[in-house]
């Protein structure tokens, strides 16, 4: 199978103690389908529903949480914080959108904010003089997860935020852009840069108009 960036996103933190919970998780980390009558029991305070929401959706916050703010101990405090608030806001989510978007924008907001106190927010690849590329497909089968953990930490981390938000996460130049506090402009440069820069740290050769 080819690897890709959703390749790490199982392989970053050990399931919950106690006995394993079957969530029906699609091929993106975060789309777990929760039941309504799930959700039901949570925002009824009952205990198990939180513990079981917990379960299914440690691995991607904790996930997310790590590519932003590159450090394991801040990605631990951004879990329990986004659980703390699940379990404060459950009552807010009114199910317009599904749970698993609704939980993950908690996610990245807490990572972000942690970023901003942390005065790291400025770190990103100079887009001075370059010219935007379109859609960039992230590296695929050319390294093993190790290398891509690697090569990720390398990055500067705007850039490395903006990389995972757009090719693992899903979202828009124009989401990303508004996270950011910054322009689309700068998520598609962030992107195209950040991707070139990838590939070099994982010495993959770019070949004009193709793809490894």
Same mark, same amino acid.
């Given at each position: 199978?080819?690897?890709?960036?959703?390749?790490?996103?199982?392989?970053? $933190?050990?399931?919950? @103690?106690?006995?394993?919970?079957?969530?029906?998780?699609?091929?993106?980390?975060?789309?777990?389908?929760?039941?309504?009558?799930?959700?039901?029991?949570?925002?009824?305070?009952?205990?198990?529903?939180?513990?079981?929401?917990?379960?299914?959706?440690?691995?991607?916050?904790? $996930?997310?949480?790590?590519?932003?703010?590159?450090?394991?101990?801040?990605?631990?405090?951004?879990?329990?914080?986004?659980?703390?608030?699940?379990?404060?806001?459950?009552?807010? %989510?009114?199910?317009?959108? @599904?749970?698993?978007?609704?939980?993950?924008?908690?996610?990245?907001?807490?990572?972000?904010?942690?970023?901003?106190?942390?005065?790291? %927010?400025?770190?990103?690849?100079?887009?001075?003089?370059?010219?935007?590329?379109?859609?960039? @497909?992230?590296?695929? =089968?050319?390294?093993?997860?190790?290398?891509?953990?690697? =090569?990720?930490?390398?990055? @500067?981390?705007?850039?490395?935020?903006?990389?995972?938000?757009?090719?693992?996460?899903?979202?828009?130049?124009?989401?990303?852009?508004?996270?950011?506090?910054? $322009?689309?402009?700068?998520?598609?440069?962030?992107?195209?840069?950040?991707?070139?820069?990838?590939?070099?740290?994982?010495?993959?050769?770019?070949?004009?108009?193709?793809?490894?």
């Amino acid at each position: 199978m080819p690897l890709t960036m959703h390749s790490l996103q199982a392989a970053d $933190t050990p399931p919950a @103690p106690g006995p394993p919970a079957v969530a029906p998780v699609s091929a993106s980390g975060f789309a777990i389908d929760v039941p309504g009558a799930l959700l039901q029991r949570a925002r009824a305070g009952e205990r198990a529903a939180f513990e079981q929401l917990y379960r299914w959706f440690e691995r991607p916050t904790f $996930t997310l949480a790590l590519r932003i703010c590159g450090d394991r101990d801040a990605a631990a405090d951004v879990l329990q914080d986004t659980m703390l608030k699940m379990i404060d806001r459950i009552g807010d %989510f009114r199910g317009a959108s @599904p749970f698993w978007g609704w939980l993950r924008q908690i996610a990245v907001n807490e990572s972000l904010m942690r970023l901003r106190r942390g005065r790291r %927010f400025d770190g990103h690849l100079d887009v001075d003089g370059y010219e935007l590329a379109g859609d960039t @497909p992230p590296p695929s =089968a050319a390294a093993d997860a190790a290398s891509l953990q690697r =090569a990720l930490a390398g990055l @500067p981390v705007v850039t490395r935020s903006v990389l995972w938000l757009y090719h693992a996460e899903g979202f828009t130049h124009e989401e990303i852009g508004a996270l950011m506090e910054r $322009t689309p402009s700068f998520s598609k440069s962030q992107v195209a840069r950040g991707t070139r820069r990838l590939r070099e740290l994982l010495d993959t050769p770019i070949r004009t108009g193709a793809l490894p």
